[in-house]
């Protein structure tokens, strides 16, 4: 069964931090471009970041650029874990949402409907 898991939610304090992992199993997403995505309540799923298969595409909304940063492990390793990452730095209140890990078989995309496969999701609250 194909499976997306995010975990490393969890509430913080304005100005902190957290990390978001996303693992994925029962298929091989190694070559598929990988995206997080949240969802407010009452709001629209809106795109975070993405990064590409290989790691050397990532793209971010304007609202957290230079806070939080995209990885992934080394897609061409067949030995590493196929997870990808979200570190997010001096979070705001406005961050948050339940946070969705996806896949997508695009090189690297920014919309919702590009995605195939997506996560649980993992809650983010961020206090003032």
């Known amino acids: 069964q194909v499976q997306l898991v995010e975990s490393g939610g969890g509430l913080v304090q304005a100005g902190g931090s957290l990390r978001l992992s996303c693992a994925a199993s029962?298929?091989?997403?190694?070559?598929?471009?990988k995206g997080w995505f949240r969802q407010a309540p009452g709001k629209e799923r809106e795109f975070v970041a993405a990064?590409?298969?290989?790691?050397?595409?990532?793209?971010?909304?304007?609202?957290v650029k230079g806070r939080f940063t995209i990885s992934r492990d080394d897609a061409k390793d067949t030995d590493a874990k196929d997870t990808v990452y979200l570190q997010m730095n001096s979070l705001k209140p406005e961050d948050t949402a339940v946070y969705y890990c996806?896949?997508?078989?695009?090189?690297?995309?920014?919309?919702?409907?590009?995605?195939?496969?997506w996560g649980q999701g993992t809650q983010v609250t961020v206090s003032s």
């Open positions: 996806a896949a997508t078989t695009q090189l690297i995309h920014t919309r919702v409907y590009a995605y195939n496969y």
């Open positions: 029962g298929g091989n997403f190694r070559s598929y471009g």
């Open positions: 990064i590409s298969w290989s790691g050397g595409s990532t793209s971010y909304a304007d609202s």
